[in-house]
């Protein structure tokens, strides 16, 4: 593939989470519509907080919008946050503009400690100067095997992250993981213009002394070779 286009949602381990991007990449062979021209993507980490409603999932009424399992029994009510099932938390408060809103705002970590009665032990920011970032770049691709040939295309992912205490100390230590998932469209040399099924890029980290950084590529963690690639 050259200059594919790109949209990712990324999650990080221990409840951290970006945005969902814009576009990246695409080249003037691409025959599908694009941007003229788009640059690096960078994304900074924020805590993700619990959702307040769902999709239903199963019974008659599915994919209806819910907020508890009651609304679409005999299905479930769940908040798809990446390919992670969650179940929203129903609003027990108003806005000043009338709202519906769920209060005190709960992380993913915070509630599931609450829900299962452990510590919370999790990890989160030290106010005065945690913050994290991930971003994504077209590049060539490096990797030197047969499925790839030398004018492929390829991602740079970029990770960091410092300023994280957990329950205990304040640098939290330990091994994370980052998960990028993706909706790719390129120019197949084979079968033209496509897009894949979606898909997850996971990565390890390891946090010492609260911060870790990383720098791989799409191609090297999900080479052309592996069942999971989408080619």
Not at 14 to 40: M, N, W
Not at 131 to 144: D, E, H, P, R, T
Not at 187 to 213: H, P
Not at 223 to 228: E, G, H, L, V, W
């Amino acid at each position: 593939m050259k200059k594919p286009l790109l949209a990712v949602i990324v999650l990080l381990a221990h409840g951290f989470i970006v945005r969902t991007s814009p576009v990246l990449g695409a080249g003037p062979q691409c025959e599908f519509d694009h941007p003229y021209k788009t640059g690096k993507i960078s994304l900074s980490l924020v805590q993700a907080f619990m959702p307040t409603k769902g999709i239903c999932f199963g019974g008659a009424v599915e994919g209806d919008t819910c907020t508890a399992d009651a609304d679409c029994a005999p299905g479930v009510c769940r908040s798809l946050v990446g390919r992670f099932p969650i179940a929203p938390r129903p609003a027990n408060a108003i806005t000043e503009g009338g709202v519906p809103s769920y209060a005190p705002p709960k992380t993913f970590d915070q509630q599931y400690d609450e829900d299962h009665g452990y510590p919370l032990n999790g990890w989160s920011w030290v106010e005065s100067k945690g913050n994290g970032s991930v971003s994504f770049q077209a590049s060539k691709n490096k990797l030197i095997v047969p499925a790839m040939p030398e004018d492929s295309a390829d991602v740079m992912v970029q990770f960091k992250i410092k300023g994280v205490r957990d329950g205990l100390v304040a640098k939290a230590a330990g091994n994370g993981s980052v998960w990028a998932f993706f909706r790719l469209t390129f120019k197949d040399r084979a079968k033209g213009d496509m897009t894949v099924e979606d898909f997850a890029l996971d990565f390890g980290f390891v946090l010492a002394a609260g911060q870790a950084k990383k720098k791989t590529t799409l191609c090297s963690e999900r080479p052309p070779s592996s069942p999971r690639s989408p080619g």
